[in-house]
Structures are given as C-alpha cells and as structure tokens.
C-alpha cells in the first residue's frame, strides 16, 4: 500500500510534533523549581513549546488543503496531530497552575503522574517513528504500553485523592492539589487518546 522506499511529508510532520511533545514533557519533568521566579521561567518556556506546537499543527494544516493525496485519511492525521499536541496543552496550562497557585515543590503523587506521562510522550514518538517507516501494525506495542501507564495514572489518582483528604487540613491546599491531580489525570487521558488514534489508523490501514 505505501511506498516503503519514500518519506512521506504528512508522517515526518506527525513525527516533527511528537519530538516536540516530548522535548516539552522532558523539559517539564528535568526542570528543578526552587522558588517562584523558577516558576515564572518554567511557565514561559512551556508557553514557547506549545507556540512552537502549534505553528506545526499550522503547517500540517495548510499541507492537507494543499494535497490532493494522503498517505491515510486526512481526517486520521489532523486528529493524530491535534490530540498529540493536546497532551502538550495540558502540560502548559498545568504548569501555569503551579505558577498561579505558587506551588514550588512537586509532591511524590505528581512526580508518579509526570513520569508516567513522559514515558507515554516516549512511546509517542516511538510510534511515529514507525509511522514513518510504515510500519504501522508494530505501533500497536506502543499503544499498548501508552494505555498502562494511563492505568497507572488513574491508580495514582485515587491514592492521591485519597492521601489529601486524609492528612491534609488546610482547604485552600487540598483545592489546589486536587486541581493538580486531576489535571495530571486529563493529560494521561490525552495520551490515551494518541494511543487509541494510532489503533483506528492501524486498523484502517494495515
């Protein structure tokens, strides 16, 4: 069905978002806050990933109404591309939160969300990398395994949850953090929802 021996634009620009979801959520987890002005400077550069997010989602655009022809339905790729650059919103905005509430240090629940979000960014890119050597049904394995550590985070989810009604006593703080968690939650649900696009694209076309 592809041409194996040829790039393909639309899939190297599908690969060009997931290593810049990737350098966004790695930055994210790598960046060691210390104090409120460190906030400020994580929130400016997440805002510059997601900038840069878009502008390719712009040009992925502007390739499909140029192209009569798609590699697989055009429908499939944009939402491939909008859900990956989803997964990078949500860290942004995230993020923007630690910085609105001057939340300075991560606790060990949100260090589990992070690592396992991360770790499906990883799988993420992976799969594009597939993608672009049409080998589409090997990207099973990476849907798979984005989808456990999306379990792993409901897991995290309800223990946090849990934890922060039973110890915590001041109410601003249990407000701020559940708002934490649960946005952690979203951005794993995003990440599943590249997991199951990469599985309608697989099914459509392998």
Known sequence: MFNRKKDDPFFNKLAEI???VQKGLHFANDFHIHNKEDLAEISKQMKQYETDGDKLIHELIVMLN???MTPIEREDILQL???MDDVLDGMEECIAHFDMFGIVEADDSMNRFVENIVASSDEIVLAMEKL?????????ENAIKIK???SKCDEVL???IKQLFLHETDPIRIIQYKDIYEQLEDIADDCQTVANTMETIIM???
């Not at 672009?132 to 099973?140: F, H, P």
């Open 132 to 140: 672009q050597n049409k080998k589409l049904v090997e990207m099973r």
């Open 66 to 68: 140029k192209s009569f």
């Open 204 to 206: 459509r076309n392998a």
């Open 148 to 150: 456990d550590y999306e």
């Open 81 to 83: 591309a909008n859900s």
């Open 18 to 20: 997931a290593v810049n």
């Open 158 to 160: 309800r223990k946090s």
